[in-house]
């Protein structure tokens, strides 16, 4: 079975700061892993995502993140945060899209 | 890029009635839509899949009658929540899938209140 832990479920960060966000995965075999954001009320936007090639993946919005196969990880960063990143972050690993399996979730606050 | 168009963005309703809720892919055709939902503070549960001219999906512990999909055509899928009640309030979401399956496109939501 395929499932996804979100570590952390608050971060705060102050604008600028650089940010990581954790993600490990359980699956049997290389999955699609997905990274999405959330604004209240909205559905959810596509960050990145990673099945193959390069393990270092870069997204919109300035976001980057790396596939570890060894740790079962598909952590997601940024190097400077703005203020308006402040959101729900989801994780989702999965044989495709729609197969997907979504984590709990990271709220990230961004302090001024 | 592709987009999906959800609608209402925001229902409330007395407790009995039945809601429905629109998503559309508005530059791809979708022959599968997917339905979510969303509870305060917790991720997106799948409840079913919507197949174009045929009979949906539901995943296990969702009911089928009191969720009704229709995806009629490639563009379009609903949900109809009949005889709503209070404990179907939640946020719903649905999405649709590219060709392939590598990227799923989300609608902004549907906030249904059942007073």
């Known amino acids: 079975a395929q499932s996804v832990t979100q570590p952390d479920i608050h971060i705060t960060v102050s604008e600028g700061a650089s940010l990581e966000l954790r993600c490990n995965y359980s699956y049997g075999a290389t999955p699609y892993l997905f990274w999405y954001v959330q604004s209240p009320g909205q559905g959810l936007q596509l960050l990145l995502k990673?099945?193959?090639?390069?393990?270092l993946v870069q997204g919109i919005k300035g976001f980057e993140a790396e596939f570890k196969r060894s740790q079962s990880s598909f952590n997601l960063r940024k190097p400077s945060v703005h203020w308006s990143d402040a959101a729900e972050y989801f994780c989702a690993v999965g044989a495709r899209a729609s197969k997907s399996t979504f984590g709990d979730g990271t709220t990230l606050t961004v302090k001024p | 890029g592709a987009v999906v168009s959800q609608h209402p963005s925001r229902v409330i309703c007395k407790s009995g009635t039945s809601v429905k809720i629109e998503c559309r892919s508005l530059?791809?055709?979708?022959?599968?839509m997917f339905w979510y939902r969303q509870f305060p503070k917790q991720s997106l549960m799948l409840m079913a899949t919507?197949?174009?001219?045929?009979?949906?999906?539901?995943e296990q512990g969702v009911e089928k009658d009191k969720f009704l999909i229709n995806h009629a055509s490639l563009t379009l899928s609903t949900l109809t929540v009949t005889s709503a009640h209070p404990e179907d309030s939640s946020f719903y979401i649905c999405?649709?899938?590219?060709?392939?399956?590598?990227?799923?496109?989300f609608g902004a939501g549907t906030r249904l209140s059942v007073l």
């Open positions: 530059d791809f055709q979708a022959t599968t």
């Open positions: 919507s197949n174009e001219g045929s009979k949906a999906t539901y």
């Open positions: 990673y099945f193959s090639g390069d393990t």
């Open positions: 999405s649709a899938e590219t060709t392939g399956g590598s990227i799923q496109y």
